[in-house]
């Protein structure tokens, strides 16, 4: 089957894609201005932070604010394995009430 990249359709689908893209692009703008910001703040508060506290300790609360990353990372991915894993749960529960007769 050929498709007319002159149809409404077409038209309708690309346009679609480039509304997409440049949401996409703008969130992505918003997300590294937003790290940029972050990581200001953290150099920030680290400094501040290094003059009132010994080496060891500020040893340990570099690792602390990193684990601290580190953990909020694998937080969300397994909230979202979790979620992922109870919407295949629900559709293999609907597909054995419909059977096989049902297809």
Sequence with gaps: ML????????????????????????QLADAKELKEHVDRREK??????SRYLPQDQLQDYQ????????????????EEKIKLGEEQLKCLRESLLLGPSNF
Excluded: D, N, W
């Excluded at 498709?3 to 692009?25: G, M, V």
């Excluded at 920030?44 to 932070?49: E, I, N, P, Q, S």
């Design 63 to 78: 690792h602390f604010v990193k684990m601290k990353s580190a953990l909020i990372i694998e937080q969300r991915e397994l």
């Design 3 to 26: 498709l007319c990249l002159s149809s409404p359709c077409y038209r309708k689908e690309r346009l679609l894609h480039e509304e997409k893209k440049q949401q996409l692009t703008g």
């Design 44 to 49: 920030l508060v680290f400094g501040m932070v």
